[in-house]
């Protein structure tokens, strides 16, 4: 089992759409979670983080966290084509202190 | 200049040849990272350094050797390396090595081995 799940995609969504993106962890002692969205042909970016269970919102993204599902999403609202990228969910704690295990990232097509 | 740097961008390197990859945090920083990113493959963790001490090794070969002579600077050192390392590298820092702390990624170094 991998330990951190995404659906590698694409995802084609719709200008103005809302886009979900959504990743699963094996590890159930896991602390911190990140979504980082990475440019192809660039280096990763933060987009948001979430520690605790629930929503957590940023101008038009929101971050959702199930810690009894081992699920995490990402919502990005009003989608537009400059968020065609790939997301990347990354989960740290737990077992492994301190090091950051990234999911194999979905792709996200936003269309005109 | 901010941030995290890396050199060079690009390398292309024969499985001889030995090469270093620099990467430098602009942000006060205590902690450095390798990652090494393969097409089709997740994100994986190479090193850890807090405070220029080595935290974690991730059953890296040993053909990959870390340097970190200060917080603020990372090296890694590669020598008869094999093409299947071809990869993107990345450097990252965060304010420590705790599991809250947001990692910041340099641009990379793009690297083919031939």
């Known amino acids: 089992q991998k330990e951190v799940e995404q659906n590698s995609g694409p995802l084609s969504v719709p200008e103005g759409a809302i886009a979900s993106l959504n990743c699963t962890y094996s590890d159930r002692g896991s602390q911190s979670f990140f979504w980082y969205r990475q440019y192809s042909g660039k280096s990763p970016e933060l987009i948001m983080f979430i520690y605790s269970n629930g929503d957590k919102e940023d101008g038009r993204f929101t971050a959702q966290l199930n810690k009894a599902s081992q699920y995490v999403s990402l919502l990005i609202r009003d989608s537009q084509p400059s968020d065609s990228a790939t997301y990347l969910c990354?989960?740290?704690?737990?077992?492994?202190?301190?090091?950051?295990?990234f999911g194999q990232g979905t792709i996200l097509t936003v269309h005109p | 200049e901010t941030g995290v740097t890396q050199t060079p961008r690009h390398l292309v390197m024969g499985m001889t040849n030995k090469k270093s990859l620099k990467c430098e945090q602009h942000?006060?920083?205590?902690?450095m990272y390798w990652y090494k990113q393969s097409a089709k493959k997740p994100l994986e963790l190479m090193f850890v350094y807090s405070l220029e001490e080595r935290v974690e090794n991730n059953s890296v070969p040993s053909r990959f050797s870390p340097e970190c002579p200060n917080s603020s600077h990372l090296f890694l050192h590669l020598h008869t390396l094999q093409p299947e390392d071809s990869a993107l590298y990345l450097c990252?820092?965060?304010?420590?090595?705790?599991?809250?702390?947001?990692?910041?990624f340099g641009p990379g170094t793009r690297l083919l081995v031939l």
């Open positions: 990252a820092s965060s304010r420590s090595h705790r599991v809250e702390e947001t990692q910041y």
């Open positions: 942000l006060g920083h205590n902690a």
């Open positions: 990354a989960v740290s704690g737990g077992t492994s202190y301190g090091k950051l295990t």
